[in-house]
């Protein structure tokens, strides 16, 4: 019988809560209506399912539940945020501002929007992992459509200053993306208090269903739908909706509420005290210690150890090197490579990141495994 | 005929043909809206509508909401938010710009105290009523709906309170009383929230028309579309005729002392003096100076005419005082321009709704700040320990 390692990957994506989990089965069987069927009752139990859901996620950034729009998830609503502000100013403004350490998400769709003629900046980081504003600000022109800066970063949980980046927006009138998937659910988000246009965020991040996200939309008007087809979410994302997936979401938004404060206070003691062990080993790095970052995110360089062997002598557990999404070829992190660490180093970092489910004992054993690895790899080394 | 009695008609007739009806009220409102809370709307099971929660923008979808909750058999409280609409999808093609929240009840005609049932209580009494609205913010919570009735000697009428609450409840609608405005609690027990609307039920208002000349027909006339009682009373019966008026109308001959006898005043009757006979006016006066209630009385005339009454008056050795002479309003009628006998019923209907809603009479375009008043519209928070 083979033991399944200790996941250590919740940033990558988490397990569906079992109390998310109940209130989504009666969805897939007989309340499996269409919310969009107007004559009938299956049609009007999927719709109140739907309400609901929304306002269980509007509920936990502190927005409206009209602002919310459903997606298929964070991918999907950061194309609609970036493609659909494009596309709805083309011809007026065409300069997005974002940065080096932003997920492949906003990097890929960036790519895209230069071929159709926008310009983009991408701002570096500094080896804290965070943005100089002075710069953001001395970038912006009067061509200047849009910012995208990520409220916490996959790989790192290092948190850029959304806050102050909100107040240049503001200032300088230009609209404010931010791709807040790794933070919603996890520390409070309280989108009243900021000063953000649009924000994406995901269900399967914070123990919901995978294939549901939503996008966070302050004026609607400012965005251009991207996908077209029965006038779905107000128009601005057709298709059917996913009412399992978005009860799920729903549900697991209102439990983040519930036991943010409990998870966020635990995890942070686990991460620090993970930390701790780690650094005992000596030669070891915490990427980003400097900086605000989440409380269950940890990520890791160790020197003297071969990079392309570490992932593989950690059987035990379940972690990521580099950023998850682009593993399949084999680069060292973008995200570490941008805050300056040596291609060796960024390939001989991990990314741990701790969940609701993470026990104490788990979480001693996964050092014990750590150390292990890392002790014999440098050992090899000499 | 008023919203409120048309609704009742045709709950009765949904009743009597055994039609599943939805009471659908509107218990909030923030910001702005067409209809304030406290608007109603009944729709039965084949989509008939009565009565109205908008200006026709959210009936649409009210219509399927009701649908639904009379599917379940269950109260359903919806949130119709307008509120910084720039594309117009609801609400937005009368500018209105607020957050209404909306409750549908299911009604059970077998049970007496059922919304409706209180509503026709409340409708009924010549005592000013509360009538008590319980929901819930939070949706999937229980909305336990329109309950209660309270009247002005804070009898509680319906459903049995939850003793908690009792005290608190009563003491509000003490003050809503006294306010006479309606006024919206959220009351925290232990763990549970509850919501509640108060509303002061007003009394319909009853215009006594004193003088039953073709004048005062037109007037009768003009003031039944608004749902008002009408009285008509004369010392001629060639005037004072049922024939002349339409049935609703209480129809009286009397001798001017006497007129008061008849009539049972509060303070949303209003009277207007149009006898077009000095003397006839001159001692009904007299006689309604003594009601305090009464918050309004229009004579039509010159204002010699009127001068001329204070000064016999002033021989007899009756003085007004300053409450009796504001709301003595001679000659009546607001400044329209009016000459014919409907454009002076215009006048006087504007004047008299006017002064009992206790508004200016003005222009609203002159007007500063919303059109509503907004009193009392928060939810006061109170904990009850």
């Given at each position: 019988m083979s033991h399944q390692p200790i996941y250590l990957d919740y940033n990558s994506t988490t397990p569906v809560d079992e109390r998310v989990l109940e209130v989504m089965f009666p969805f897939f069987k007989e309340k499996f209506g269409n919310a969009s069927s107007v004559y009938h009752t299956f049609g009007w139990d999927a719709e109140e399912a739907v309400d609901r859901a929304r306002d269980q996620v509007a509920n936990v950034i502190g927005a409206k539940s009209k602002e919310v729009i459903f997606t298929s998830g964070a991918t999907e609503a950061i194309n609609l945020a970036l493609q659909g502000t494009f596309e709805a100013n083309k011809g007026d403004k065409n300069h997005i501002i974002t940065c080096e350490t932003e997920h492949k998400a906003v990097l890929d769709t960036c790519d895209q929007l230069e071929k159709r003629g926008a310009k983009i900046t991408y701002l570096r980081v500094n080896t804290d992992g965070i943005i100089d504003i002075d710069e953001f600000r001395a970038c912006i022109t009067n061509k200047t459509l849009l910012a995208s800066f990520m409220y916490a970063n996959n790989e790192t949980g290092i948190m850029q200053p959304i806050q102050k980046i909100g107040e240049v927006c503001e200032e300088k009138g230009i609209l404010f993306f931010s791709d807040a998937t790794q933070a919603v659910g996890k520390i409070p988000c309280n989108l009243n208090e900021l000063n953000t246009d649009m924000v994406a965020f995901s269900s399967h991040k914070m123990y919901g269903p995978k294939g549901v996200g939503a996008l966070y939309i302050r004026r609607p008007s400012s965005i251009q739908p991207q996908i077209f087809g029965g006038g779905h979410e107000k128009g601005m994302r057709s298709g059917t909706l996913n009412v399992p997936g978005i009860v799920g979401f729903g549900q697991a938004c209102e439990l983040a509420c519930e036991l943010m404060e409990k998870d966020r206070e635990r995890l942070q003691s686990l991460r620090d005290w993970l930390e701790k062990e780690l650094l005992q080993l000596g030669s070891v790095n915490i990427n980003g210690a400097k900086s605000e970052r989440l409380p269950h995110v940890s990520n890791v360089s160790f020197e003297d150890v071969e990079g392309s062997k570490l992932i593989r002598a950690l059987k035990g557990i379940a972690v990521s090197q580099g950023s998850a999404c682009n593993s399949s070829v084999i680069e060292p992190s973008h995200v570490l490579k941008a805050m300056g660490l040596s291609h060796q180093l960024a390939y001989s970092s991990i990314r741990i990141s701790l969940g609701r489910f993470t026990s104490e004992v788990e979480a001693r054993k996964a050092v014990q495994i750590i150390r292990g690895a890392v002790e014999q790899l440098r050992m090899q080394l000499q | 005929m008023r919203e409120i009695d048309v609704i009742i008609d045709s709950y009765e007739t949904a009743k009597s043909a055994d039609v599943p009806c939805v009471l659908a009220t509107v218990v909030h409102v923030e910001g702005s809206s067409y209809r304030r809370a406290g608007a109603r709307m009944l729709i039965d099971e084949n989509g008939l509508m009565t009565g109205a929660i908008s200006g026709g923008c959210l009936e649409g979808d009210a219509l399927r909401k009701a649908l639904h909750a009379l599917h379940k058999s269950?109260?359903?409280?919806?949130?119709?938010?307008?509120?910084?609409?720039?594309?117009?999808?609801?609400?937005?093609?009368?500018?209105?710009?607020?957050?209404?929240?909306?409750?549908?009840?299911?009604?059970?005609?077998?049970?007496?105290?059922?919304?409706?049932?209180?509503?026709?209580?409340?409708?009924?009494?010549?005592?000013?009523?509360?009538?008590?609205?319980?929901?819930?913010?939070?949706?999937?919570?229980?909305?336990?709906?329109?309950?209660?009735?309270?009247?002005?000697?804070?009898?509680?009428?319906?459903?049995?309170?939850?003793?908690?609450?009792?005290?608190?409840?009563?003491?509000?609608?003490?003050?809503?009383?006294?306010?006479?405005?309606?006024?919206?609690?959220?009351?925290?027990?232990?763990?549970?929230?509850?919501?509640?609307?108060?509303?002061?039920?007003?009394?319909?208002?009853?215009?006594?028309?004193?003088?039953?000349?073709?004048?005062?027909?037109?007037?009768?006339?003009?003031?039944?579309?608004?749902?008002?009682?009408?009285?008509?009373?004369?010392?001629?019966?060639?005037?004072?005729?049922?024939?002349?008026?339409?049935?609703?109308?209480?129809?009286?001959?009397?001798?001017?002392?006497?007129?008061?006898?008849?009539?049972?005043?509060?303070?949303?009757?209003?009277?207007?003096?149009?006898?077009?006979?000095?003397?006839?006016?001159?001692?009904?006066?007299?006689?309604?100076?003594?009601?305090?209630?009464?918050?309004?009385?229009?004579?039509?005339?010159?204002?010699?005419?009127?001068?001329?009454?204070?000064?016999?008056?002033?021989?007899?050795?009756?003085?007004?005082?300053?409450?009796?002479?504001?709301?003595?309003?001679?000659?009546?009628?607001?400044?329209?321009?009016?000459?014919?006998?409907?454009?002076?019923?215009?006048?006087?209907?504007?004047?008299?709704?006017?002064?009992?809603?206790?508004?200016?009479?003005?222009?609203?375009?002159?007007?500063?700040?919303?059109?509503?008043?907004?009193?009392?519209?928060?939810?006061?928070?109170?904990?009850?320990?």
């Open positions: - | 269950k109260n359903k409280l919806v949130t119709y938010d307008t509120s910084d609409e720039e594309d117009a999808v609801i609400g937005a093609q009368l500018g209105c710009n607020g957050v209404i929240q909306v409750l549908f009840e299911p009604i059970d005609f077998k049970y007496e105290e059922n919304p409706i049932e209180l509503l026709k209580q409340a409708n009924r009494e010549k005592k000013l009523m509360i009538i008590g609205t319980f929901f819930h913010l939070e949706k999937s919570k229980d909305q336990i709906g329109t309950t209660f009735l309270i009247d002005e000697d804070l009898q509680i009428h319906g459903k049995e309170l939850e003793p908690k609450l009792n005290n608190q409840l009563t003491a509000d609608c003490k003050s809503a009383f006294e306010d006479n405005a309606s006024l919206f609690r959220e009351y925290a027990v232990d763990q549970e929230r509850h919501y509640v609307f108060l509303e002061v039920f007003s009394r319909p208002t009853m215009l006594v028309l004193v003088g039953a000349g073709n004048d005062a027909q037109m007037l009768a006339q003009m003031a039944e579309v608004l749902g008002w009682d009408i009285v008509v009373t004369d010392g001629r019966p060639t005037h004072a005729s049922s024939d002349r008026f339409a049935s609703s109308c209480q129809v009286v001959v009397a001798k001017p002392e006497e007129v008061l006898h008849q009539i049972e005043v509060t303070n949303r009757t209003a009277f207007v003096l149009m006898t077009h006979n000095y003397a006839y006016d001159l001692s009904v006066l007299k006689a309604l100076l003594n009601k305090s209630e009464i918050p309004y009385i229009g004579i039509l005339g010159p204002k010699k005419k009127y001068q001329r009454m204070l000064d016999d008056l002033a021989n007899e050795g009756i003085e007004l005082n300053e409450d009796q002479l504001a709301k003595i309003h001679a000659p009546v009628g607001l400044e329209i321009g009016a000459e014919t006998p409907a454009e002076i019923g215009l006048s006087i209907l504007s004047e008299i709704q006017s002064v009992l809603a206790g508004t200016k009479g003005g222009k609203l375009k002159e007007k500063e700040g919303p059109i509503h008043l907004k009193k009392n519209n928060e939810f006061k928070r109170i904990i009850i320990e």
